[in-house]
Protein backbone atom coordinates (compact mmCIF):
# COMPACT_ATOMS: atom_id res chain seq x y z
CA UNK A 1 0.00 0.00 0.00
CA UNK A 2 1.55 3.42 -1.13
CA UNK A 3 2.31 5.79 1.88
CA UNK A 4 2.58 9.30 2.26
CA UNK A 5 5.97 11.28 3.01
CA UNK A 6 4.20 12.47 6.17
CA UNK A 7 3.54 8.63 7.12
CA UNK A 8 6.63 7.55 6.95
CA UNK A 9 8.37 10.50 8.39
CA UNK A 10 10.05 8.75 11.55
CA UNK A 11 11.26 5.53 9.90
CA UNK A 12 13.93 4.58 8.40
CA UNK A 13 13.60 3.41 4.61
CA UNK A 14 15.64 1.19 2.21
CA UNK A 15 15.90 2.24 -1.43
CA UNK A 16 14.94 -0.93 -3.52
CA UNK A 17 14.42 0.47 -6.94
CA UNK A 18 14.62 3.28 -8.58
CA UNK A 19 11.97 4.10 -11.80
CA UNK A 20 13.19 5.85 -14.86
CA UNK A 21 9.95 5.12 -16.85
CA UNK A 22 6.55 6.08 -15.94
CA UNK A 23 5.14 2.94 -17.32
CA UNK A 24 7.63 0.88 -15.22
CA UNK A 25 6.80 3.19 -11.70
CA UNK A 26 3.27 2.09 -12.51
CA UNK A 27 3.73 -1.59 -13.13
CA UNK A 28 6.31 -1.75 -9.77
CA UNK A 29 3.18 -0.12 -7.79
CA UNK A 30 0.56 -2.37 -9.18
CA UNK A 31 2.59 -5.15 -7.71
CA UNK A 32 3.79 -3.69 -4.62
CA UNK A 33 -0.20 -2.67 -4.15
CA UNK A 34 -1.44 -6.34 -4.95
CA UNK A 35 1.29 -7.76 -2.59
CA UNK A 36 0.10 -5.44 -0.10
CA UNK A 37 3.52 -4.20 0.57
CA UNK A 38 4.01 -0.58 2.10
CA UNK A 39 5.99 1.41 0.20
CA UNK A 40 6.69 5.32 -0.43
CA UNK A 41 7.60 6.34 -3.70
CA UNK A 42 9.09 9.94 -4.20
CA UNK A 43 10.40 11.35 -7.85
CA UNK A 44 14.58 12.33 -7.23
CA UNK A 45 17.13 12.79 -9.91
CA UNK A 46 19.85 10.33 -10.49
CA UNK A 47 23.08 10.39 -12.55
CA UNK A 48 22.30 8.67 -16.67
CA UNK A 49 23.73 7.76 -19.84
CA UNK A 50 26.76 5.88 -20.83
CA UNK A 51 28.94 8.55 -22.99
CA UNK A 52 26.93 11.41 -21.94
CA UNK A 53 25.95 11.63 -18.75
CA UNK A 54 23.16 13.53 -17.70
CA UNK A 55 20.84 13.79 -14.86
CA UNK A 56 17.21 12.60 -15.17
CA UNK A 57 14.04 12.37 -13.09
CA UNK A 58 13.14 8.96 -11.76
CA UNK A 59 10.56 7.54 -9.17
CA UNK A 60 12.66 6.44 -5.82
CA UNK A 61 10.38 3.58 -4.63
CA UNK A 62 11.88 2.81 -0.28
CA UNK A 63 10.15 0.33 2.19
CA UNK A 64 11.10 0.05 5.72
CA UNK A 65 13.92 -2.11 6.22
CA UNK A 66 12.13 -5.30 7.38
CA UNK A 67 10.34 -5.75 4.49
CA UNK A 68 13.06 -4.83 2.11
CA UNK A 69 13.84 -8.63 1.32
CA UNK A 70 10.21 -9.06 0.59
CA UNK A 71 10.66 -6.16 -2.22
CA UNK A 72 13.67 -7.30 -3.63
CA UNK A 73 12.35 -10.51 -4.14
CA UNK A 74 8.90 -9.15 -5.67
CA UNK A 75 11.18 -7.03 -7.73
CA UNK A 76 13.10 -9.88 -8.78
CA UNK A 77 10.13 -12.25 -9.82
CA UNK A 78 8.55 -9.69 -11.77
CA UNK A 79 11.87 -8.53 -14.06
CA UNK A 80 13.17 -5.68 -12.56
CA UNK A 81 17.00 -5.45 -11.25
CA UNK A 82 16.06 -4.12 -7.58
CA UNK A 83 18.56 -1.31 -5.98
CA UNK A 84 20.95 -2.83 -3.87
CA UNK A 85 22.64 -0.49 -1.12
CA UNK A 86 26.50 0.15 -1.81
CA UNK A 87 28.40 -1.46 1.47
CA UNK A 88 30.37 1.03 3.64
CA UNK A 89 33.93 1.43 3.47
CA UNK A 90 35.59 1.20 6.34
Known amino acids: MRR ?4 FASRDLELVYIAKKLR ?3 RLEAIFKDA ?5 VETDTYSG ?7 RVGAFFYVEP ?4 TARALLTQ ?4 PHQPTSEMT
Open 36 to 40: GLEYL
Open 66 to 69: ATAA
Open 4 to 7: EDDE
Open 24 to 26: EAE
Open 78 to 81: HGFK
Open 49 to 55: GVIFRTQ
